[in-house]
């Protein structure tokens, strides 16, 4: 094997599960590979070796009951929110939604049905406005007493637009 200058972050993982003893034997037996060809390894695993000493050296402090429940209640995992869809406010939203969506639907089925029924069924003002010239000289049509009478004077042109009045 070549020579290591430097270890990966997974074989010093390795080394600090070798030292706890959290290894099965295959990777016990791959470490120990390591530990036998590389200086770098053993100097390493003498560290983390120290370094352990040493933490078993500082003074341990009990803790109250009180402190580890204290420390896990405020730690504790809280749920996950509910879905979108379950939450109440989404609910309020969606019926709103489904309102606006009704309100606009019936006002264009009623704007189209107002469009169509006025372009199909005729307006009676439109009759007035084509015989409004006959209305306007309606008086004198009266006087005229007949229906004869005025076909004779039709035939004469006396309506012409461009007659005198």
């Known amino acids: 094997m070549a020579k290591i200058s430097r270890l990966s972050s997974t074989q010093r993982d390795d080394l600090i599960a070798y030292l706890d003893g959290e290894l099965d034997d295959v990777q016990t037996q791959q470490v120990e590979q ?26 341990t402090h009990k803790v109250s009951a009180e ?33 606006a969506g009704w309100v606009t639907a019936a006002t264009i089925a009623g704007v189209a049905g107002y469009q169509i029924t006025n372009s199909q069924i005729p307006n009676p003002a439109d009759k007035l406005v084509d015989e409004l010239p006959i209305i306007e000289k309606l008086d004198q049509l009266q006087e005229a007493g007949s229906v004869e009478f005025l076909r004779e004077l039709h035939k004469q042109r006396a309506f012409d637009h461009g007659s005198a009045q």
């Open 34 to 59: 390591i530990l036998a060809e590389s200086n770098v390894a053993r100097h390493e695993i003498d560290m983390f070796a120290r370094t352990w000493d040493m933490l078993g050296a500082l003074p």
């Open 67 to 99: 402190f580890t429940q204290k420390t896990l209640s405020m730690i504790a995992v809280k749920p996950p929110p509910p879905p979108l869809s379950e939450q109440a406010w989404f609910q309020h939203v969606r019926r709103g939604g489904i309102l």
